[in-house]
């Protein structure tokens, strides 16, 4: 079907006018374009990246499981606003307390327990030595079903070779590349400080932006650790992730038991945190959502700049195009025909540079989402808010232009020089 059946010639007759007018005037127009374009790529890009930031927090929150709950030794506490918090530390939890725990918490579940020993381990293999940032931890064999980290290759170390404390380690994904430039690590010794240890397995690449760096970390048999680690003040965390029963109902009945391990009495208070999988999670986004706030706010002070810019060329055009608009009246152009005329130009302008900062938008959205590991993403709540939003700039920024162009005498218009 053609363009002429499905609208008015009057509004086509329009369009072509105003898309002449914009080339005719390349410069301007190039500019206030430029202008929309910048503040829909501030805001299109800024919540495209949030919203891939997002989805990689969810979906690290499900691959360390949605049923796992942690007992450590230290907690966030808001500060004057709920939007300040303070570290609170207590007392640190010990390998005695952690095994009694183990031994006597009667809700079916699976339960490790794990040590950070240090950040600032070096790795030494052959010709290469790192740099002093490789995290080592200390873990027992259940690590892989509390913490949701799953195996690349090789396998993890057993309940006999953590009771032994051999000197096995599983390395993380990026260790093993840096390491071992993408040949196969197993089997292979290493120097972690001032032991040698043989690799018998890799992490699966999980990405630095949660796990705590798991894809640089080593991890050894908890009894290794405490040999030849240990130092004063190291505390112990409790991964627990019930097997039958609903979380709430095991986080509850793991507070009383490891109030018994302490030896609370009913009028003390905890000396211990518990926290489930998705806290940490939640608290991130919440904190995002303020980014949110704040990117929205800058991308509409962008728009409302490049509103008033675009009032300003449409009213300058009004002022050149005078006689123009005198002898579109004189042949019979009504009011509405003038407003239409330079409306339809104020939105195609705006139009063009939202689809420009859309466009811009998305790819600095995912240019950010491609660092963090999240896959591509296509945000289209912003792409028709972009559309949305650009459609007002250029309607808003348009109306008084066309009101003023339609109101001039065509007796007056024409003898405008």
């Known amino acids: 079907?053609?363009?002429?059946?499905?609208?008015?010639?009057?509004?086509?007759?329009?369009?072509?006018?105003?898309?002449?007018?914009?080339?005719?005037?390349?410069?301007?127009?190039?500019?206030?374009?430029?202008?929309?374009?910048?503040?829909?790529t501030a805001l299109v890009g800024i919540l495209t990246a949030i919203d891939a930031i997002k989805a990689s927090l969810n979906s690290q929150f499900t691959s360390m499981g949605s049923n796992t709950f942690t007992i450590e030794n230290w907690a966030l506490r808001a500060v004057g606003g709920h939007n300040r918090r303070n570290t609170e530390r207590f007392e640190k939890i010990d390998y005695r307390d952690a095994l009694?725990?183990?031994?006597?918490?009667?809700?079916?579940?699976?339960?490790?327990?794990?040590?950070?020993?240090?950040?600032?381990?070096?790795?030494?293999?052959?010709?290469?030595?790192?740099?002093?940032?490789?995290?080592?931890?200390?873990?027992?064999?259940?690590?892989?079903?509390?913490?949701?980290?799953?195996?690349?290759?090789?396998?993890f170390y057993s309940q006999e070779e953590v009771f032994n404390g051999q000197h096995v380690v599983i390395i993380g994904s990026q260790l093993s590349s840096q390491v071992f430039k993408n040949k196969n690590p197993l089997q292979k010794e290493i120097t972690i400080g001032k032991g040698r240890y043989r690799v018998i397995g890799v992490l699966e690449e999980k990405g630095s932006?949660?796990?705590?760096?798991?894809?640089?970390?080593?991890?050894?048999?908890?009894?290794?650790?405490?040999?030849?680690?240990?130092?004063?003040g190291m505390s112990y965390t409790i991964n627990v992730s019930p097997t039958k029963a609903e979380l709430d109902y095991a986080i509850s009945e793991a507070e009383g038991t490891f109030r018994k391990v302490r030896g609370?009495?009913?009028?003390?208070?905890?000396?211990?945190?518990?926290?489930k999988s998705d806290t940490l999670i939640k608290m991130l986004l919440e904190n995002i959502s303020y980014v949110t706030i704040a990117a929205t706010f800058i991308g509409i002070i962008t728009l409302l700049g490049a509103?008033?810019?675009l009032m300003n060329i449409m009213l300058v055009s009004v002022k050149e195009r005078t006689r123009e608009i005198g002898t579109r009246k004189a042949l019979g152009a009504k009011k509405i025909i003038i407003r239409?005329?330079?409306l339809l130009e104020s939105i195609l302008?705006?139009?063009i540079g939202g689809l420009l900062g859309i466009i811009f938008g998305i790819l600095a959205g995912n240019g950010v989402a491609m660092l963090i590991g999240s896959p591509f993403i296509v945000p289209w709540v912003w792409i028709i808010g972009g559309v949305v939003l650009c459609f007002l700039v250029g309607l808003i920024s348009g109306v008084m232009p066309a009101v003023k162009a339609s109101k001039l005498d065509p007796i007056d218009a024409l003898r405008y020089e």
């Open 349 to 351: 302008i705006g139009e």
């Open 340 to 342: 239409q005329q330079f």
């Open 307 to 309: 509103t008033i810019s």
């Open 1 to 40: 079907m053609q363009l002429k059946k499905i609208l008015p010639a009057a509004f086509i007759e329009n369009f072509l006018i105003a898309k002449g007018a914009i080339k005719s005037n390349k410069l301007r127009t190039t500019l206030t374009v430029l202008i929309i374009a910048i503040g829909i």
């Open 100 to 155: 009694k725990f183990k031994e006597i918490y009667d809700i079916p579940s699976t339960i490790s327990v794990s040590v950070f020993a240090s950040n600032t381990a070096t790795i030494k293999y052959k010709d290469y030595k790192s740099n002093p940032n490789i995290p080592v931890m200390g873990t027992d064999e259940n690590y892989l079903i509390t913490s949701g980290n799953q195996l690349s290759s090789g396998r």
């Open 264 to 275: 609370l009495k009913p009028e003390n208070g905890n000396n211990f945190e518990i926290k």
């Open 209 to 232: 932006n949660m796990n705590m760096g798991t894809d640089k970390i080593c991890l050894l048999p908890i009894q290794n650790v405490r040999q030849y680690f240990s130092f004063s």
